[in-house]
């Protein structure tokens, strides 16, 4: 069974702190990316990669700098957090032909 | 751009009633755009429930079913009976082809309640 795994699953930080979101996946995919939930929104694109070393940009990238280390691991990065980044947020992967697998999620409350 | 919009929530329906979840798409940036329905559970990440990737075609999982209507832009979600474990957070999508398949544009998601 594929699977990405996310951490920390909660996390409650201060207005202009610094906050690292893990993902990790064991699937062997290629591509890998970060998405924030809100209320009323359907899930928005942060950014996403295709390996290590890449890094894309997605939809709603202000404020987010991400890193892709190695093949399976993802990071997101919040340098100077603010209460506009709380939010639910997703980590998810996918191989050539493959499901989309999603992590459970990250809490991030911004206070 | 792309866009997804679905049935505002929360639904509440009772246990054996029927339920449908409306959506409807606009595709601008992908010719043949995919069209996926997820579903996510309490305290889990969202699983994929059905797709469809070709215009007129119907997929089903679970009981759920949902055909891919070029002319109506719609892609909506249905069930004859719905079941107590039913209940969790709808999500219409679209995707393209290739290797990004992960690229998705989604609806902002229905909460459905299903009472028994």
């Known amino acids: 069974e594929a699977a990405v795994t996310q951490s920390p699953r909660n996390k409650v930080t201060v207005t202009g702190g610094n906050v690292t979101l893990s993902c990790r996946q064991t699937?062997?995919?290629?591509?890998m990316y970060w998405y924030r939930q809100d209320t009323g929104h359907g899930l928005r694109l942060i950014h996403y990669s295709y390996g290590a070393g890449n890094l894309q940009i997605g939809d709603v990238p202000d404020g987010y700098k991400a890193t892709r280390t190695t093949q399976e691991d993802f990071f997101l990065l919040l340098e100077l957090a603010s209460p506009s980044q709380t939010s639910l947020y997703f980590c998810?992967?996918?191989?050539?032909?493959?499901?989309?697998?999603f992590g459970k999620g990250t809490r991030l409350t911004v206070v | 751009g792309d866009s997804v919009t679905q049935t505002e929530g929360p639904v509440t329906v009772s246990e054996s009633e029927s339920l449908i979840i409306n959506c409807t798409y606009s595709a601008t940036s992908i010719a043949y755009p995919n069209l996926f329905w997820y579903v996510r559970y309490p305290g889990e990440g969202l699983q994929l429930l059905l797709k469809v990737i070709t215009a007129g075609q119907k997929g089903s999982s679970r009981g759920f079913e949902a055909t891919y209507n070029k002319e109506t832009t719609s892609f909506h979600l249905q069930k004859a009976s719905v079941q107590e474990s039913d209940s969790a957070v709808y999500y219409c999508?679209?995707?393209?082809?290739?290797?990004?398949?992960?690229?998705?544009?989604f609806g902002h998601g229905t909460i459905l309640r299903v009472h028994p």
């Open positions: 699937n062997s995919h290629n591509y």
């Open positions: 998810a992967s996918t191989g050539a032909n493959t499901e989309v697998f």
């Open positions: 999508a679209l995707g393209n082809t290739g290797a990004n398949t992960g690229k998705l544009t």
